[in-house]
């Protein structure tokens, strides 16, 4: 057997390196599904930074997408965002599931968040969603989803009770979250294209399972109107309340708007 050489004197340094207040200086928490394959890479393109960082807890979440599974998250998210950097402050925290959103709640579950961030402002893709909308000041929408009928009907209930004028809903039927990550970019802007209605003077997308968001420019050039997605509203909604108004184009228009108040 090889001997070993000697090990050096370890010296500990006496003097203390100075700390900053923080890593980065603003922190935004993100509440991702087990299955999910989009949020997360999402809201490292297009919210992290050198001055803002992303932290992500996974909750449990199982397949088929139907309201009583979605609802079946709830008791999970105190539980999630308590792992995110334990006892520490954020920014902003972010529920990223557009369809347990409308489910459960808004209220519902910034109640759960807070519970375990007191505090914290709470953004959900629904809610993000509708700021969007309300940024460009349209009523009169078209909303394309990836669910089955009776999973779009909540979603059709929520942007209703928000006082949108639903033009026309269309959904693709699947079941399946994994299945809706696998759905093209070049697929949505044929999409958008095929389901936006006339009158409609703006066209939501929900899900944050879709990469709807890189799909944007490729829609909003396709029906000439504006295009909300979850991702790409939940992204600009937590930016902006870290303070951040830098105008990005490159994510479509929402990206060229102040938050609404």
Known sequence: MRSMKALPDIRLETAR?????????????????????????????MVASERIGVYVARIPYANPTTPENLRKMQPSLSAGAALILPDETLDAVCYSCTSASVVIGDAEIEQAIQAAKPGVPVVTPPMAGMRGLNAFGVKRISILTPYTVDTSRPMAAYFAAHGF????????????????????????????????????????VSCTALRAALAVPGMEEAIGRPVVTSNQASAWNCLRLCGDDTPRPEFGRLWTKPLAQ
């Open 17 to 45: 390196p100075t700390l900053d207040a923080r890593p980065l200086e603003k922190r935004v928490g993100l509440i991702a599904l087990a299955t999910d394959h989009t949020s997360e890479v999402d809201f490292r393109r």
């Open 165 to 204: 004028d639903i033009q026309s809903f269309s959904c693709l039927g699947f079941e399946d979250d994994r299945e809706m990550a696998r759905i093209t970019p070049a697929s949505l802007v044929e999409l958008a294209r095929k389901v936006t209605h006339p009158q409609a003077d703006a066209l939501f």
